[in-house]
Every structure is written in C-alpha cells, then in structure tokens.
C-alpha cells in the first residue's frame, strides 16, 4: 500500500515536471522537542542550460531555507545559500551532511515518519513545483545545530 503511494507520488510528480525532474524526495523526522527538519532529494537538469533552484515553501514551517554544511575547524556548519545550483544536463543531490531544503519553526510538531509534507520549489527558468513527499526516519550525525547560524 506505501509502495503504491509512493509511486503514484513519484509518477505525479514527474507528469509536471519539465527541465528539472524530482526524485526520491523526503522529510526527516524530528524528536519531539526539535522544531526544525530538513527536506532531501535529487533534482535532475534535462536541459541544456544551467538551472538554480531558488526558493522553497512549504505548510509544515513557518519558515524555508535553502541551507548546505561545510566543515569549518573540523566542525561541520550549516548556513544559509541563496541557491542551489542544477548544471545543465546533471543531477544535484540534496543529502544529510550537504545540501538541503530547511524547514525552520515546524507548523506541526513532531514529524512522524509514516505522514506526508507539502513543499513547493521554485527554479530559475520560472519552473515551480508542489510535491508531497513522506516523513521518514534518517540517521545521522548531524543533530548539533549551530544555534548562531540558526537565527537569521
Ligand atoms: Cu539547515
């Protein structure tokens, strides 16, 4: 029954998809008291220009942030970009650790794993998307949160 649904997600959201196609997108899941998470995919450039992904919204956060990590003085940060670059051609992939869409201030909390997210992706060829992927369980060691970074 998931199985079906999430191809039936996956095929939705491919039918609207004109240069950048989504794929294997998800939310991770929040212990109760986070009030953050972080939506990962890969997004696919058919085209053969250079494209950006360049805003992201969504009904589960009050606020979205494009965001990557670096590792600075052997801590790992993440900070805010103002894009996210999709070459002509290419695959970017949005992982734990690298690039991702930040979902701050969670509307509803926590995330379970099991339920859905609204989220809608603006690109630089004018090319918007809404797609609703599935929560799910990530591990990973990316739970320190630089409180700094967080608040702007
Ligand atoms: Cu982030």
């Known amino acids: 029954m998931q ?16 240069d950048i196609k989504i794929d294997e997108a998800y939310v991770r899941s929040t212990p109760p008291s986070l009030p953050n998470s972080a939506a ?43 894009k996210i670059d999709i070459k002509a051609n290419s695959t970017t ?4 650790g690298g690039f991702h869409v ?18 809608t992706l603006g690109f630089s060829n004018g090319e918007e998307q809404s797609i609703t992927i599935p929560i799910k369980d990530v591990m990973s060691g990316m739970k320190h ?5 967080m608040k702007n």
Do not use: C
Not at 6 to 11: A, G, I, Q
Not at 102 to 117: N, R, S, T
Not at 145 to 149: G, L, R, S
């Open 40 to 82: 990962f995919m890969k997004l696919t450039n058919s085209s053969d220009k250079d494209i950006a992904l360049i805003w992201a919204k969504s009904g589960a956060s009050n606020i979205v942030e494009l965001h990557t990590h670096d590792m600075k003085d052997g801590v790992m940060r993440m900070y805010q970009v103002p």
């Open 3 to 18: 199985k079906t649904l999430l191809l039936l997600m996956v095929l939705i959201s491919t039918i609207f998809a004109n």
């Open 145 to 149: 949160h630089n409180k700094k970074e």
């Open 102 to 119: 930040m979902l701050i201030d969670l509307v509803k909390m926590p995330l379970k794993a099991g339920e859905e997210v609204k989220l």
């Open 93 to 96: 992939i949005l992982e734990p």
